[in-house]
Structures are given as structure tokens and as C-alpha cells.
């Protein structure tokens, strides 16, 4: 139900926006929310924009990346500029709920030194 896209191959610096997008309605949002997973590495949390438009940010990455919402769209971003090539990884969009727990396919993000 969550598709994640605007993966690519950038260099040292550039910048990238990804986006995800829900094909149906998703009611009851508590929080939308990035992760990433590197080879041979845990999945971990970039960035997370709770429902009041709070956000948080890995320590690796805050002035960095940017994440955002439309609630009209049922989107969500993450900019990321200065990108480094440790931010290389597959990316994942999660909406969580009450209820449910939504994870988009992942898009893979690769930065060259």
C-alpha cells in the first residue's frame, strides 16, 4: 500500500528527494517515519514526522535531511543534501497507525565518494 521511489545514484554532496506514496486512504496516522538499511547492517530510523508535524532526526543525519508531510496527498519526503557515502543504503517509508503498521518497498540510495 506504500510505495517509496526517488532513489538513485548521486555523488559525494548532491542530493536527493524520496518520496512515498499510499495508494489508498490511511486513517488514524500516529506517525510517518524513514528508515534505512545498509549492507550487512540493522535497519535503523532516519527521520520521523509524528501526526502534529513533531519530527526527529538520527544523529547522522539531522541538518542534513529534512522530512516532511501532505496530508492532502497522503505523502511523505525526505530531502537529502550533503549526501556521504555512508548514507548508502536501501531506504524505507513506514506509516504507522493505532491499528496497523504500513513499510513501503524499500529504494535503494547509493552515494559514490
Not at 38 to 60: F, H, N
Request: positive net charge; aromatic residues 10%.
Amino acid at each position: 500500500q506504500l510505495q517509496a521511489y526517488g532513489g538513485g545514484l548521486v555523488q559525494h554532496g548532491g542530493s536527493l528527494r524520496l518520496s512515498c506514496a499510499a495508494s489508498g486512504s490511511i486513517f488514524g496516522i500516529k506517525f510517518r517515519a524513514w528508515y534505512r538499511q545498509a549492507p550487512g547492517k540493522q535497519r535503523e530510523l532516519v527521520a520521523e514526522i509524528t501526526s502534529r508535524g513533531s519530527t526527529d532526526y538520527a544523529d547522522s543525519v539531522a541538518g542534513r535531511f529534512t522530512i516532511s508531510r501532505d496530508n492532502v496527498k497522503n505523502m511523505v519526503y525526505l530531502q537529502m543534501n550533503s549526501l556521504e557515502p555512508e548514507d548508502t543504503a536501501v531506504y524505507y517509508c513506514r506509516v504507522n497507525t493505532a491499528l496497523l503498521d504500513y513499510w513501503g518497498q524499500g529504494t535503494q540510495v547509493t552515494v559514490s565518494s
